[in-house]
């Protein structure tokens, strides 16, 4: 074969640039262009990979492999990790040797990228799944091949590492078992796609990615991605999308908390607020697991809708996490609490929405339902507080402009208009000042030509009269106005 006759320069050939092809006839050296690196490179045998710096590139390692490693946690060894050795094959392999117990439910948990499997929030689900039942807590650490800063060779291996993982799922389809879900964080959580990828045509039951990886993955193929192609059922938190996280939706159900870039209490204590964002995901999801409150999403149709303000809290909610059920499908909003407990439990406020639109419509305010949730008290409509039936009786010319021509209303000047109102009002409340001939004479500026109205009417009394008149109607609309803000908690 050709790689017979190809062998790696010593080091000072290699320093040089340059290899050497070896044939069974002649022995040629060949220059290379010259390579940038950070660090000494190394050729590793029988492993296939290289070195740059600190950085590991795996290329066409077998499984199983020293670098990454499968631990066990039960109800028998809560404590003690241990170590389970896995093979092609279950002889070559310990796992019937081992705590796990087929009959149980069985937790792979992944971790990302410069971490390894004692990352707090991720070993903090052992103590809350032991707590809740018996279950197989397999913990992967990868962490000899993610270190930092090696990203890009990061993401390059994670190829590597979810075939080994799916040696793993294997071992335990061999053991009888296919009740297994895949957990993964930030980089783990793109791992879980290819072991998906290589169990095919096998279907996981479940995979959970929080705050899965964005570096890198933006426009990678279905087939390097999390998507929900990977698994029955495919569930998603983001918490620090566009910066860590993927701001895409990736699974089945995708679940934006606090709007899934920044969390509440990241800001606070001199800590990184987006290392902080990032990893609320893994605590959301470990909280989860026995919280008695819950985190509950109202659906969304798109984070573009989210932005532009049309996903208002409503009544149709699903739970997130641990229980999150496996038939659920879309986008979801929740809201959390800045410091754990997180959870804030079922939003139910949902009345108050009801209630306003029936106030509105009471008023002669009927809108779009959508525009009555995201414009709670139709600010953005011309007829605002019935403005058009109830305007003003001051100029609202914000240039003091003297012919008071701004067309503010329905393009009316706002002097012609409060004057029409005055008249309308004078008219209707004539008879009250039938009797009153005593009164000086009308402003010079206030020209009423009906004539069935005394001009002679004082034009102050008709000012303070119009003025309480106009407090009165304000102090109505506001008493059925007073509806509580939505409680966002």
């Keep these: 074969m050709a790689g017979q006759y190809l062998r790696v320069a010593n080091d000072e050939q290699l320093a040089a640039g340059a290899i050497l092809v ?229 699974g089945h159900v995708d679940f934006y908390m606090n709007g899934g870039i920044i969390q509440p209490g990241c800001w606070g204590g001199g800590q990184n607020p987006m290392a902080c964002s990032h990893h609320r995901a893994p605590d959301y999801f470990a909280e989860s697991i026995r919280s008695l409150s819950g985190f509950w999403g109202w659906q969304c149709n798109s984070y573009i809708y989210y932005l532009l303000g049309f996903c208002p809290q409503n009544a149709f909610q699903v739970m997130a996490g641990e229980d999150c059920n496996p038939g659920t499908e879309g986008m979801f909003l929740i809201t959390t609490n800045s410091d754990s407990p997180f959870a804030i439990g079922r939003w139910t406020d949902t009345n108050n929405v009801y209630k306003k639109d029936a106030v509105l419509n009471k008023f002669g305010l009927r809108r779009d339902p959508i525009i009555s949730d995201i414009d709670q008290w139709g600010k953005l409509e011309g007829n605002f507080n019935n403005v058009e039936q109830f305007p003003t009786p001051y100029s609202q010319d914000p240039n003091n402009a003297n012919d008071d021509d701004w067309p503010y209303f329905n393009h009316i000047g706002t002097n012609k208009l409060t004057k029409e109102y005055i008249r309308k009002i004078v008219e209707q409340d004539k008879s009250r000042y039938e009797d009153t001939t005593e009164h000086s004479k009308p402003h010079p500026n206030l020209r009423i030509s009906s004539p069935e109205i005394n001009n002679d009417i004082d034009q102050r009394t008709e000012l303070t009269d119009l003025r309480r008149r106009l407090q009165l109607k304000e102090a109505s609309v506001m008493e059925h106005y007073s509806v509580p803000v939505l409680n966002t908690r």
């Design 22 to 250: 070896q044939s069974p006839e002649v022995e040629i050296p060949l220059l290379l262009l010259p390579i940038v690196t950070a660090g000494p490179v190394t050729i590793r045998k029988p492993r296939s990979d290289f070195t740059v710096g600190t950085c590991t590139w795996v290329i066409d390692r077998p499984c199983p492999d020293d670098d990454i490693k499968f631990y066990l946690f039960t109800r028998s060894n809560p404590e003690d990790r241990q170590y389970v050795h896995i093979d092609d094959t279950m002889e070559k392999s310990n796992l019937s040797s081992s705590y796990f117990n087929p009959s149980l439910p069985t937790k792979v948990i992944i971790h990302g990228y410069n971490a390894d499997m004692f990352l707090a929030p991720l070993i903090n689900m052992k103590g809350e799944y032991l707590s809740r039942g018996s279950y197989n807590l397999f913990y992967v650490d990868w962490s000899l091949l993610g270190p930092g800063p090696c990203y890009p060779s990061a993401v390059h291996n994670t190829k590597h590492v979810g075939t080994c993982i799916a040696q793993l799922v294997e071992r335990m389809l061999d053991s009888g078992t296919d009740d297994i879900h895949l957990i993964g964080f930030s980089l783990g959580a793109q791992v879980t796609n290819y072991v998906s990828v290589k169990l095919r045509p096998f279907h996981l039951r479940r995979i959970s990615g929080l705050d899965p990886a964005m570096p890198l993955f933006i426009t990678a193929p279905a087939d390097d991605k999390l998507d929900p192609s990977d698994a029955n059922f495919v569930d998603v938190i983001h918490t620090n999308a566009l910066v860590q996280g993927k701001i895409e939706r990736c």
